[in-house]
T-cell receptor, first 114, second 115 residues
Framework: AQSVTQLDSHVSVSEGTPVLLRCNYS??????LFWYVQHPNKGLQLLLK??????LVKGINGFEAEFKKSETSFHLTKPSAHMSDAAEYFC????????????FGAGTILRVKS | NAGVTQTPKFQVLKTGQSMTLQCAQD?????MYWYRQDPGMGLRLIYY???????DKGEVPNGYNVSRLNKREFSLRLESAAPSQTSVYFC??????????????FGDGTRLSIL
């Protein structure tokens, strides 16, 4: 069975500094991996997805993530944080054998200080 | 683009009352989903529908029923609401292609409180 662990429940950075949100996954097969962002009182918006093409995936708003099979990780990064990046971020994994089901991490709340 | 629309946005119920949450998507997606979101637990799948006319249980189906009314609409019903069902409920939809999971598109959620 697949699972995902987000290693930090809260991350705080200063505006203009790099962002790193960590995610480890467990999957029996080559997984599909996603990062979603949720702003307050809103639904989830897709940031980026990995589906066994390039291991470095670029998403919206300057975010990117690198798939590392040897480390079973899919960390989300951004070179320079903006105040508008403050939100909750979810790492999500799915197995190709369960094409209808996603498994969500518990979420990481990103705070951006001015 | 409307995407996924959920109604109502907020609701307060008393224990034992019933209610139906509505969801509609205009992206012609085959698959639709209902999740609940609780603090520190991410999203948990309640029910899903892979195509019109089919529904399946997810991780936490107890206390809920669903109806896939047509390709566009997927409703979630609480027959006898309990305080443990206080949560934020999200509907989502996606295309499904063999062996490759497509991203799910989410509504803005229904915030439900059971007193």
């Amino acid at each position: 069975a697949q699972s995902v662990t987000q290693l930090d429940s809260h991350v705080s950075v200063s505006e203009g500094t790099p962002v790193l949100l960590r995610c480890n996954y467990s999957s029996s097969y080559s997984p599909s991996l996603f990062w979603y962002v949720q702003h307050p009182n809103k639904g989830l918006q897709l940031l980026l997805k990995y589906t066994s093409a390039a291991t470095l995936v670029k998403g919206i708003n300057g975010f990117e993530a690198e798939f590392k099979k040897s480390e079973t990780s899919f960390h989300l990064t951004k070179p320079s944080a903006h105040m508008s990046d403050a939100a909750e971020y979810f790492c999500v994994v799915s197995d190709p054998t369960f094409v209808d089901k996603l498994v969500f991490g518990a979420g990481t709340i990103l705070r951006v200080k001015s | 683009n409307a995407g996924v629309t959920q109604t109502p946005k907020f609701q307060v119920l008393k224990t034992g009352q019933s209610m139906t949450l509505q969801c509609a998507q205009d992206m012609n997606h085959n698959s639709m989903y209902w999740y609940r979101q609780d603090p520190g637990m991410g999203l948990r799948l309640i029910y899903y529908s892979a195509s019109e006319g089919t529904t399946d249980k997810g991780e936490v189906p107890n206390g809920y029923n669903v109806s896939r009314l047509n390709k566009r609409e997927f409703s979630l019903r609480l027959e006898s609401a309990a305080p443990s069902q206080t949560s934020v409920y999200f509907c989502a939809s996606s295309e499904v292609r063999a062996w490759v999971n497509q991203p799910q598109h989410f509504g803005d959620g229904t915030r439900l409180s059971i007193l």
